[in-house]
């Protein structure tokens, strides 16, 4: 017979050794997993402030590792203002993703007292700003801008 025979209570007995013997890994912020990162530790603000509303504002960020140019979407958490709205913001930009007339959404953060939302970050300015300094368009003008709107609803509405 073999003397080196395992036992069911010897087996129990090392793998409990062993697992006692196991150092526990502390999890940080800033382990090596890209999902873990915070905002900060991939990205810095430049203090360009692109456009600010009540609880969110827009500034202009770069990737420290890639210096690639963003625009960044602030969302502060304030009582009253639903997670969940974030949460369905993201889920549009998502099922838009890929569309020629809608900003692109990078990726998001979320830390205990705001959101982040990185977009490309495009020239330009908002449409609502040219129409207001345009006053006047030709009808061919109005129906391109209508029809690109159009679009972009049909497209946000069927996700």
């Given at each position: 017979?073999?003397?080196?025979?395992?036992?069911?209570?010897s087996?129990?007995a090392r793998k409990?050794?062993?697992?006692s013997?196991?150092k526990?890994?502390?999890k940080?912020a800033s382990?090596?997993?890209?999902?873990?990162?915070?905002?900060?530790e991939?990205?810095r603000l430049?203090g360009?402030?692109?456009?600010e509303?009540?609880y969110?504002?827009?500034?202009?960020?770069?990737?420290m590792?890639?210096?690639v140019e963003?625009?960044?979407?602030?969302i502060?958490?304030?009582?009253g203002?639903?997670?969940a709205?974030v949460?369905?913001?993201?889920?549009?930009?998502?099922?838009c993703?890929?569309?020629?007339?809608?900003?692109?959404?990078?990726?998001y953060?979320e830390?205990?007292d705001k959101f982040?939302?990185?977009?490309?970050?495009v020239?330009?300015?908002?449409?609502?700003?040219?129409i207001?300094?345009r006053?006047?368009?030709?009808?061919?003008?109005?129906?391109?801008?209508?029809?690109?709107v159009?679009?972009?609803?049909d497209?946000?509405?069927?996700?």
């Open positions: 017979p073999h003397t080196n025979c395992c036992t069911p209570s087996l129990a409990a050794a062993a697992i013997g196991r526990k890994k502390k940080t382990s090596t997993s890209l999902a873990s990162n915070t905002f900060q991939i990205y430049t360009e402030v692109l456009g509303g009540a969110a504002s827009v500034q202009t960020c770069f990737n590792y890639t210096e963003y625009a960044v979407k602030i502060d958490k304030v009582p203002h639903s997670r709205r949460f369905k913001e993201i889920d549009l930009f998502h099922h993703q890929g569309h020629k007339n809608i900003i692109q959404l990078v990726e953060f830390q205990p982040f939302l990185v977009f490309e970050k020239r330009g300015g908002q449409l609502l700003d040219h207001q300094q006053k006047f368009f030709t009808e061919r003008e109005a129906a391109a801008v209508i029809a690109n159009a679009v972009v609803g497209k946000a509405h069927r996700g």
